[in-house]
């Protein structure tokens, strides 16, 4: 094969096929680009920068055209693209259009709330646009250098977008700590992945799965089970910071009472979201492997997974629920609320990790409820941090003192806020409930009694604070009964719009649930 | 196997990779200047780096079906400029907290309760 | 008839009219209480008469609405795709157990709506609540589906949280924190078992027969599955799958995967197979009945309650207003006896036999607890939260000793007495504990404090209310006559045959209740000119409060005098559900036992 040769194929392929599943990229891409054209040849159109961002997701998403790939009737399977760098197939599509569905709604929320100064407004969106940009590429990664572009990708401009709020001292200390910790782990985690790309010869991540089975399987790996191990340990470490796991959790409460409620809103949906996809597709590159006896070979590895993600999960678990007890503070209250979450949404993954060896129904089972999972979990932290965005402009406070009586003083607001604080405990009829009981059910299927006793347990503690916080708003009285609490008709549009799915879902999440297993469908 | 007495291979570049490691960590461990720390932080990133380069080299390793080849090389220019990137963004960061709380000790940051 | 002979339209009417009435409640603009109490009381009565009307008897017929005596068998029963891929349906029906239960659900709550018309704080909250927990109710008992089971058992939760933390009494938000909390582990329990026997079932393991029995689905049977066909070879393509569907109940005993459900039925007629699926080892040497049914039984116990895991009912008893301690004691404790009879005992038998001596345990000791603690109390209200742990201790008893034989008599008629007994106990402490809780609140409206010991008197200021109070407490006690007697007598009776000394203390617990009923009505009704505060406040019962009270009575005296009401729906599906067991005790468990007995005397020489 000659040079143009080369050069012919890969235009070929990338003008064709690739560019074609990367048309959503292409227009987020597009939509920074406008966003700063706009600001540079249209000063005066104050509002440009919403309305092009909500085009732009709108846009992405049309692209990403998830009700033609999940509807069931095409059975495409997985494609790599850009020369094996990305991978496309349902799971990301499923993905990545929760993440641009999640886009337009925060667009609208940034609007609702009027947050940030109303100058930085452009900025602001770009940095949201770039981050998203970075979490798409982590959902679609299948080479360890996309994995940690995409990472790079997605945390830098949220450093930014944590202290966006200027001339405030806790802004900045989020922002400072935030980077800090986030820029060492993602050194720790390129060193792993580097030892692990080392070892394995490859780092496109199929291969590396095929490689790491015929090790197994030849034996000669004795040698390098601890350079593995390590390796894996340290890209651990990055996925635990950017999955809020413990032990690496420690800046997310402080980074969600430095920031405004939007960015802590993006945070801890968008980014979560994409750490769980990439924890996902990991977990696959290196547990499973087409090839029977390939498989086979894998199964230290899968339990090596299944092992460190379980402890994780039950973990991280545990101490979110112990911790959101003492808080005083809304948003350290829904950040300790995010880590545990995280944990929730770890099991299915360990789940994951036990079964691909002999049930690969199960296993896509267990990778359909955390994509569920994921869905359920944006609409429920969307709403609650909404809820504290509107209660800070109107109350100015964003202590949990602040909402005492709040059904007396906005009764629309208290009503949702309690519906997403249940959804969040998981209590049937609302969507949490499903959410947490497929992934339950996963958890069992695994027969991992132990994770699904802890999980179990966990729900049972959680019920104390997020009902501490209802107990507040329906049961106190506020002491300078301050009357009706200011609110748009569009926050409590906005707000009406978000808890809905919580109720549509928790009735009947079929189908939410059908898609979640489409996306599942073409991995293993 | 005594690294002394061997011609240079993989191994001598791994080990000058594993010290810049260690000493990033170390270094981000103690100082307690931000700077200082996102110094430390480079020397990881540079750490990796070596690596990267090192098992791309197929005349460095004995096993040569293993050595990535461009993979790594490219890995390590990429990471070149998020590295750069990074530390950009992060010296603003650090520079935003320098005005607002005239220090760049990180220690000063604990006003947000942990 | 105005209504269609629709099972699906009319069940679905019944559980869903109070939700539709709720949501209706919330448009309601600003202001408009008298008019939400008012529709929220025609609509528990249009439930209470739509519930009538399914059990007005007729002949079994499949065209008709009519409720089909003498057959054990489910009625009504219809089965439609809620979320097909997680097999879950929406599966309702009504069989003699269910439907008396829920005619007391409506009736109940018809009343309790009618109690609740003087409550004047958020009017229109009360009132969206109260009906969304008169939907979980009804649905907890026509569900036969596990998944839609456990989701209207946990639909009750917050309403019944909001209505004692808000409405309630001075400690309102102890007490609603309390019962949450008990009740949410009791129902996360609940969920392993509904995951363990969701998992370890196969539809495969039942022949076709059964299948149809249990209104499994034909699609069921096939969907998302790989169903080779008939011929070897071709693997479930689409359209081979789509050409199986006719075939449904034959593609079944084909199907290469496990095909899992929530269908109780179904559930029931795995557990009562000679080779169960639900016999295989689960954890510490126990079988996965054995773990499945120890949950099941601990999240049905909290909500009976037992003892020693009843200490939130007295606390959420005393908090509650009165409608909803009403509806507490009436409906919602007799919720934890259906499940043990639904669902603990048909799908886990083998563990039901080996954990019978713990069920009649732990009732025999609500019983003796409960009647003691009530004896002590000061409170009446308290008094009478104590009293119904006493009470549902025979529900829990007479359930127990339904799967003991006596020696290997295969007699079954012990068992339909015990049972029986304990579903008659559950309708007639649903009327006498509301009664009670009623009446109390009665006179803690007038008076503001329910001190026993500043009681008293109050025959000569409120006579009507007085006798009509006599009337339900003589109910409670079991006086011959009167509803409670009926089930304590065949409790008692089946427990003979089980154990004397347990039959001994049950029937001495009679004496008991006796006891503190007696000194309660000394104390209240009886004695001199009533001393305590707000004496002047006495006024005789209004109409409104005498047409709440007398119905109850009114039932109290007829199921006492005339039980063969009540029976003629309960024994034939409690028959059905006894002989089933009876076969599988005698086909299944009895030759595990003899060759358990004969393994072990081959050892001995």
């Known amino acids: 094969m000659n040079f143009f040769e080369i050069v012919e194929n890969t235009l070929r392929d990338t003008l064709g096929p690739s560019l074609t599943a990367f048309r959503p990229e292409m227009a987020v891409c597009a939509t920074i680009v406008a966003l700063l054209l706009t600001r540079m040849l249209a000063p005066r159109w104050k509002s440009s920068p919403f309305w092009l961002t909500v085009v732009g997701a709108a846009a992405a998403l049309w692209f990403a055209a998830p009700w033609h790939y999940l509807s069931g009737e095409t059975s495409e399977r997985a494609a790599t693209i850009f020369t094996g760098m990305l991978v496309f197939d349902t799971f990301s599509v499923y993905m990545r259009s929760l993440l641009f569905v999640f886009l337009v709604f925060f667009a609208v929320l940034v609007r609702v709330t009027g947050v940030p100064e109303r100058e930085d407004l452009t900025e602001f969106f770009v940095l949201v646009l770039g981050a998203a940009l970075g979490m798409c590429l982590m959902l679609s990664a299948n080479h360890m250098l996309v994995v940690f572009l995409g990472i790079e990708m997605a945390s830098v401009p949220s450093y930014v977008m944590a202290g966006m709020i200027r001339h405030r001292r806790a802004s900045s200390e989020a922002a400072l700590k935030y980077a800090v910790y986030g820029a060492a782990t993602a050194g720790v985690m390129l060193y792993g992945i580097s030892l692990l790309v080392g070892v394995l010869g490859s780092a496109h991540l199929p291969t590396m799965g095929t490689q790491l089975a015929d090790m197994l399987a030849g034996g000669h790996f004795a040698d390098r089970t601890m350079v593995l191990v390590l390796g894996g340990l340290m890209v651990m470490v990055g996925l635990a910071f950017k999955l809020s796991a413990v032990p690496f959790h420690f800046w997310l409460p402080d980074v969600f009472e430095g920031a405004t409620a939007e960015v802590a809103a993006f945070l801890s949906i968008a980014s979560k979201a994409a750490a769980m996809g990439l924890l996902v597709r990991l977990v696959i590159a290196f547990g499973y492997a087409p090839d029977a006896t390939q498989l086979a070979a894998l199964a230290p590895a899968r339990q090596y997974m299944a092992m460190l993600i379980g402890t994780l999960a039950a973990v991280t678990c545990t101490f979110g629920n112990l911790a959101a007890y003492g808080q005083t503070n809304m948003k350290r209250l829904l950040g300790y609320s995010t880590i545990a979450h995280a944990g929730y949404m770890m099991m299915p993954v360990a789940a994951m990790a036990m079964l691909m060896g002999g049930e690969p129904a199960a296993a896509r089972s267990a990778v359909s409820a955390v994509a569920f999972y994921v869905a359920v979990y944006l609409f429920m932290n969307l709403g609650a941090f909404a809820v504290v965005a509107l209660v800070r402009n109107a109350a100015g406070s964003e202590e949990i003192d602040a909402y005492a009586g709040l059904i007396y003083r906005s009764t629309g607001v208290a009503v949702c806020f309690s519906i997403i604080l249940f959804s969040l405990v998981g209590l049937p009829p609302l969507a949490g409930f499903a959410a947490k009981f497929v992934a339950f059910a996963s958890v069992y299927d695994a027969g991992m009694l132990a994770l699904l006793a802890v999980g179990l347990l966990n729900t049972v503690l959680s019920l104390f604070y997020y009902l501490r916080v209802v107990k507040v708003m329906v049961f106190d009285t506020a002491e300078d009964a301050s009357g009706a609490m200011a609110m748009a008709t569009s926050a409590g549009l906005y707000l009406l719009i978000v808890t809905a799915p919580l109720v549509v879902w928790g009735i009947w999440w079929n189908g939410l649930y059908a898609w979640a297993k489409a996306a599942s469908a073409a991995l293993s | ?114 | 008839m105005f209504l269609p002979n629709n099972p699906l339209v009319v069940l679905s009417l019944i559980v869903f009219l109070p939700a539709a009435g709720a949501l209706a409640i919330c448009l309601l603009p600003r202001g408009r209480t008298e008019m939400a109490k008012l529709s929220a009381f025609c609509v528990t009565v249009a439930v209470f008469l739509l519930t009538v009307w399914l059990a007005i008897p007729g002949t079994s017929n499949a065209e008709s609405m009519r409720f089909a005596m003498g057959t054990g068998r489910m009625q009504h029963v219809f089965s439609v795709d809620w979320i097909p891929s997680f097999n879950i349906y929406y599966l309702l029906g009504v069989d003699g157990i269910s439907l008396p239960l829920v005619v007391l659900t409506s009736f109940l709550s018809m009343l309790a709506m009618a109690a609740s018309l003087k409550i004047d704080l958020h009017v229109k909250a009360y009132c969206v609540l109260f009906l969304l927990l008169e939907t979980g109710m009804l649905g907890v008992f026509m569900a036969l589906d596990f998944f839609l089971f456990y989701v209207f058992w946990e639909v009750m939760l917050l309403p019944m949280y909001f209505l004692i933390g808000v409405w309630g009494g001075p400690r309102r938000e102890y007490a609603a924190i309390k019962f949450f909390l008990f009740t949410l582990v009791g129902s996360v329990l609940m969920l392993i078992a509904v995951l363990m026997l969701y998992f370890a079932s196969d539809l495969r393991t039942l022949d076709t027969r059964q299948l149809v029995a249990c209104h499994v689905r034909e699609d069921a049977l096939w969907q998302g599955k790989t169903v080779p066909g008939a011929t070897a070879g071709s693997s479930g393509s689409a359209e081979n799958t789509v050409g199986q569907a006719n075939r449904g109940i034959r593609a079944i005993v084909l199907s290469d995967q496990p095909l899992h459900t929530f269908n109780i039925m179904a559930l029931a007629e795995m557990g009562q197979l000679r080779r169960s699926p639900f016999d295989a080892k689960l954890l510490w040497g126990k079988s996965i009945q054995w773990w499945a049914f120890l949950l099941l039984l601990i999240g049905f116990l909290v909500k009976v309650p037992a003892v020693p895991i009843h200490t939130w009912l007295p606390d959420a008893h005393v908090e509650a207003p009165t409608p909803i301690s009403m509806i507490l004691a009436g409906v919602l404790l007799k919720m934890g006896g259906y499940g043990i009879l639904r669902i603990c005992y048909p799908i886990c038998p083998d563990a039901a036999y080996e954990l019978a001596w713990f069920v009649c345990g732990v009732g025999t000791l609500s019983m003796v607890y409960g009647a003691f603690a009530a004896m002590a109390q000061k409170d009446f209200k308290r008094l009478v939260a104590y009293s119904s742990v006493s009470h549902m201790g025979y529900v829990v008893l007479g359930l127990g000793v339904w799967s003991i034989t006596a020696g290997n008599l295969m007699s079954t008629d012990y068992w339909n007495l015990g049972m029986n007994g304990a579903m008659f106990q559950m309708i007639a402490h649903g009327i006498s504990s509301a009664g009670m809780f009623f009446l109390v609140g009665v006179v803690y409206d007038r008076v503001h404090h329910r001190d026993l010991d500043r009681f008293g008197g109050l025959f000569a200021k409120m006579p009507v209310y007085s006798g009509i109070s006599m009337g339900i407490f003589f109910a409670a006690l079991g006086l011959p006559g009167l509803c409670g007697f009926i089930g304590e007598v065949l409790v008692v009776l089946s427990v003979w045959k089980y154990s004397m000394v347990l039959a001994v203390v049950a029937a001495s617990v009679v004496i008991l209740t006796a006891g503190y009923i007696l000194w309660t009505i000394q104390r209240v009704y009886l004695g001199p000119e009533y001393k305590g505060p707000h004496g002047e406040a006495l006024t005789r019962m209004t109409p409104r409060e005498i047409a709440i009270a007398a119905p109850l009575l009114a039932l109290a005296i007829i199921l006492g005098v005339y039980p063969r009401a009540l029976l003629d729906y309960t024994e034939p599906s409690v028959k059905h559900t006894v002989t089933s067991l009876a076969t599988w005790m005698e086909d299944v468990k009895l030759p595990r036992l003899q060759a358990a007995v004969a393994a072990e005397d081959g050892k001995q020489p």
């Open chain 2, 1 to 114: 196997m005594n690294l002394l007495t061997q011609p240079v291979g993989l191994a001598h570049y791994l080990v000058v990779g594993a010290i810049l490691f260690v000493a990033g960590v170390v270094c981000m461990a103690t100082k307690r200047n931000g700077i200082g720390v996102l110094m430390g932080i480079e020397l990881v990133l540079n750490g990796a780096n070596l690596n990267f380069v090192a098992f791309g080299s197929p005349s460095l390793r004995a096993d040569s079906q293993y050595a990535i080849g461009l993979d790594g090389h490219m890995a390590a220019l990429f990471v070149i400029v998020l590295a750069a990137a990074e530390a950009a963004v992060a010296l603003a960061i650090v520079l935003s907290f320098y005005r607002d709380h005239a220090t760049v000790d990180v220690d000063e940051a604990d006003e947000l309760e942990g």
